[in-house]
């Protein structure tokens, strides 16, 4: 199979990219906005570029890892915002449409509220409360309205090796401050890049289409999150637990946002491994 990934050099699309490589019997065609030679390069906003490089390539497959995922920078960058997790998905939509070819496409939990008060499931409404969810939720109506078949993967809070994330964050704060504050009214499960990239992987080879969420098992608190990265590494620091409204961020973050992953066990037989097993394992090894 023929595998194209778009933000190849991203968090998930660098591990997607090792992943899809393990497997001899796929091909992979990478592209990113940059960190590629000129001729591996796509920006998805640009129509015509999208139209004729899946033209160029023939891929049997597309996976969209690409985004633009600053959840705050959404808020003061609203046409950015729009053009990249929107139009983006469109311009792939219609070029998959064009040359017939299967789009996998990676949306977030942010296109939920966060207000009840237990999983989400895949088909329950969204109502986000961000520019950040707004745009990812337009993107995946772009998708549902040009393509029948498509395979829409819904995720959160993504740690890898590559890339900023929350892991990373706490242990630089570990050597720099004495004392840390992290919110504890905000619910998910972390889940590990490399744990989604086998996911993603096996939901293609199974031919899975439609709407899954994709998550490591379990869910915490940012706070409980940031109690195991500590109790696992060993720093020392006091962590005190903090409100949301104390930290007074642009964009407004969906309370409990958990996604269900019961369809995903159900129908495809997937269970991801506990945050915590994962954590273990990232923490295990040199960064």
């Not at 033209?55 to 597309?62: G, I, S, Y």
């Not at 549902?144 to 890339?163: A, K, N, P």
Request: glycine share 6%.
């Amino acid at each position: 199979m023929r595998v194209l990934i778009t933000g190849a050099r991203g968090m998930l699309g660098s591990d997607l990219s090792l992943i899809i490589v393990g497997e001899k019997k796929h091909q992979l065609v990478e592209t990113d906005i940059a960190e590629l030679p000129e001729s591996s390069r796509l920006d998805i906003t640009w129509k015509e570029k999208v139209n004729d490089f899946i033209a160029r390539e023939k891929p049997e497959v597309v996976v969209n890892t690409a985004g633009y995922t600053d959840v705050d920078g959404c808020e003061k960058n609203v046409e950015l915002a729009f053009s990249v997790n929107s139009e983006g998905v469109k311009n792939l939509a219609l070029a998959c449409l064009k040359s017939q070819t299967f789009l996998v496409h990676l949306s977030t939990d942010y296109i939920f509220d966060g207000r009840k008060g237990m999983p989400y499931c895949e088909d329950d409404l969204p109502n986000p409360l961000s520019i950040y969810g707004r745009s990812k939720l337009q993107g995946e109506v772009y998708l549902e309205q040009i393509l029948d078949h498509y395979l829409l993967i819904r995720t959160q809070w993504l740690c890898g090796r590559r890339g900023k994330n929350f892991i990373e964050t706490i242990l630089n704060q570990v050597r720099d401050k004495k004392e840390l504050r992290v919110v504890d009214d905000q619910w998910g499960s972390p889940t590990f890049t490399r744990d989604l990239s086998w996911a993603i992987k096996e939901l293609i080879e199974k031919g899975a289409k439609g709407i899954y969420h994709v998550v490591n098992y379990g869910y915490c608190s940012w706070f409980q999150f940031a109690q195991k990265i500590l109790e696992l590494n060993g720093g020392q620091v006091d962590l005190t637990p903090i409100r949301s409204a104390e930290i007074n961020r642009p964009a407004p973050r969906p309370p409990f946002s958990v996604l269900s992953t019961e369809k995903l066990k159900k129908n495809m037989g997937i269970v991801l491994p506990a945050w915590q097993d994962s954590l273990k394992e990232y923490l295990s090894k040199e960064r």
